[in-house]
């Protein structure tokens, strides 16, 4: 766990390659929830997702712990990817990322165009992520884990800007693919002593985090067949739920329909451009509006980058198929 200095030197080296991104408070979304609710816009950092910080501290922390190393590897649906490659180019390093095939067009371009060099393996996340770190061993590259201390201490620095600016929050909600995000926004309310509860949000095609929380154990699933693909994960990380299983309220499901309404609700009361895992917190906050009525809330919009095709559909009313 990271205290307030640890988070705040994260946020110093982080301002260093981008600024801090906004919270608003918007009115048109808080009479859709029937409460105020608060978005974290990592939707406006230089990737369009909030993973770009944590590749900031973690090839950092590469640089200066092991610097005879040349170049990384990783697996990734797109947004982890893309911070990887943009700060391990920046550093001088090579960046190899893997990705199951099948995966978004548009998110392995952005992967490329900061630098990476981009490889199709297996069916999804979890097979691309297996043969990356055996790719690793092979090519002497340092491996990138989905879930390391310092992506967290990276990813923190969302939540130290979002709690800063709206301390009076009484829930925030968090979606949940390896787990970076949602643990550092625990580490982050943790560390400035505020009682705001946390609630993570998976998929309900993809629920291991939801089934590892409720059984205290990690519980893999046959399969993680969801639009959302930030969110699309088979294997939990026992790291990640020793943090969530202790720090989160609980864990929230939503269905596809309920991500697409979300995404189309984000267009219509704020403009903004949301991916299926960018729009889950929002999602189960609608779930849960009557519940929340009255209440201070905060959302995170992890991400927009959702393909065009699948963009225009949900505008059409529609929900993404695979």
Not at 45 to 52: D, L, R, S, Y
Not at 80 to 88: D, I, N, T, V, W
Request: glycine content about 10%; aromatic content about 8%.
């Amino acid at each position: 766990m990271f205290n307030r200095t640890d988070i705040e030197s994260a946020a110093e080296l982080v301002y260093r390659f981008m600024p801090p991104t906004p919270q608003y408070m918007w009115p048109l979304l808080s009479r859709k929830t029937g409460c105020e609710t608060w978005v974290k816009h990592e939707n406006h950092t230089p990737t369009g997702a909030f993973k770009v910080r944590g590749g900031i501290t973690y090839i950092d922390w590469v640089k200066r712990t092991n610097p005879s190393v040349t170049g990384i590897v990783t697996a990734t649906r797109g947004n982890h990817g893309q911070s990887q490659a943009r700060a391990a180019i920046a550093a001088g390093l090579t960046a190899t990322i893997y990705v199951p095939h099948g995966n978004s067009i548009e998110k392995n371009a952005a992967m490329a165009a900061f630098g990476g060099r981009v490889v199709e393996h297996g069916k999804d996340f979890d097979e691309a992520k297996a043969e990356a770190m055996r790719q690793a061993e092979i090519h002497n590259w340092q491996p990138v884990p989905p879930y390391h201390d310092e992506l967290v201490r990276g990813v923190a620095t969302y939540a130290l800007e979002l709690f800063l600016a709206a301390p009076h929050l009484d829930t925030v909600y968090v979606p949940i693919g390896c787990g970076s995000g949602i643990c550092g926004t625990i580490m982050a309310r943790d560390a400035l002593g505020l009682k705001t509860k946390i609630v993570g949000v998976v998929s309900r095609n993809a629920q291991s985090a939801k089934l590892s929380f409720e059984a205290g154990k990690p519980v893999e699933t046959d399969s993680a067949d969801t639009f959302a693909d930030g969110m699309a994960v088979r294997v939990p990380v026992p790291a990640a739920l020793d943090v969530y299983g202790q720090g989160a309220e609980r864990i929230v499901s939503v269905t596809e329909t309920e991500i697409a309404d979300a995404i189309r609700l984000y267009f219509q009361t704020t403009h903004n451009a949301a991916e299926g895992a960018g729009a889950a917190a929002l999602a189960a906050l609608m779930q849960e509006r009557q519940h929340m009525s009255g209440k201070a809330v905060g959302v995170i919009l992890t991400g927009g980058n959702i393909d065009t095709d699948w963009y225009q559909t949900v505008l059409a009313g529609g929900v993404p198929q695979l």
